[in-house]
């Protein structure tokens, strides 16, 4: 079930506490982003991404409320990823421990080809792994698993999303942080990554997605992957 709508209002509306088995999450990094600037055109071929233009303070608290709202649906014991660059890095690690998650992991996404930049061209990204504390934590199966993955990115005149992730890059996760049927949640939907890897894998999800254009694209993916 997916709901074009803000995801804190999403959560609060579709969500009861502790009922999620796994969150995987892209959210905004309040980096202004609409793609690289480096095109035909000189200039980025989408707009910037909701909420990625906030103020230092009105993005703290939006971080903090969706990171709540997260913690609160998350099932005890049970797995959360969260996106993000090495410039916000530090300030997401530091909200998500005050909102009570206990950070175990940074996984590290080598995109195996460089992106944008001049000094030092992009090439990774992290992948912020965590879990909502209790007695009993679910282990990750896989003891040969580590942290570094290499899943090639989509090539930039290829994206119909400005931060687009590929689906493959969520396989790990699903597999190895939730079970066939359990629900999945994503509050960040944008192109559909994480909702086509859970379809494929045979999970349940929900997810929320504020902007109608990336709504009706995850929709249309998700429809085309029945056909
Ligand atoms: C970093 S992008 C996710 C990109 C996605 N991983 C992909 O591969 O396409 C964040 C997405 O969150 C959406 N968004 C921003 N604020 C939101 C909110 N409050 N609730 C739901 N979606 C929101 C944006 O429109 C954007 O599509």
């Not at 969150?23 to 989408?46: A, C």
């Not at 049970?78 to 175990?104: E, N, T």
Request: charged fraction near 25%; proline fraction near 6%; hydrophobic fraction near 40%.
């Amino acid at each position: 079930m997916i709901y074009n709508m803000d995801c804190i209002q999403g959560a609060q509306q579709y969500l009861a506490n502790d009922s999620v088995d796994l969150i995987i999450t892209d959210p905004p990094y309040n980096l202004g982003f609409g793609g690289t600037n480096m095109t035909k055109i000189k200039r980025p071929r989408f707009d910037i991404i909701a909420n990625d233009k906030l103020s230092p303070q009105e993005y703290q608290r939006f971080t903090l409320q969706w990171l709540f709202q997260a913690y609160r649906v998350l099932k005890p014991g049970r797995h959360i990823y969260v996106c993000i660059d090495w410039r916000m890095y530090p300030d997401m690690v530091r909200w998500m421990r005050r909102i009570g998650f206990v950070v175990k992991n940074c996984i590290v996404w080598n995109k195996e080809q460089m992106g944008m930049g001049y000094q030092y061209r992009f090439q990774h990204e992290f992948i912020i792994f965590a879990v909502k504390p209790d007695k009993k934590v679910r282990r990750i199966p896989k003891r040969s698993a580590t942290d570094v993955w290499s899943v090639p990115r989509i090539q930039g005149n290829k994206t119909v999303h400005p931060t687009e992730k590929p689906a493959k890059l969520m396989d790990e996760m699903i597999l190895n942080s939730s079970l066939e049927g359990e629900l999945v949640a994503d509050f960040f939907l944008g192109s559909g990554p994480v909702a086509l890897a859970t379809k494929q894998h045979g999970r349940e999800l929900i997810g929320f997605e504020i902007d109608p254009k990336y709504f009706t694209l995850t929709t249309d993916r998700l429809a085309e992957m029945e056909r």
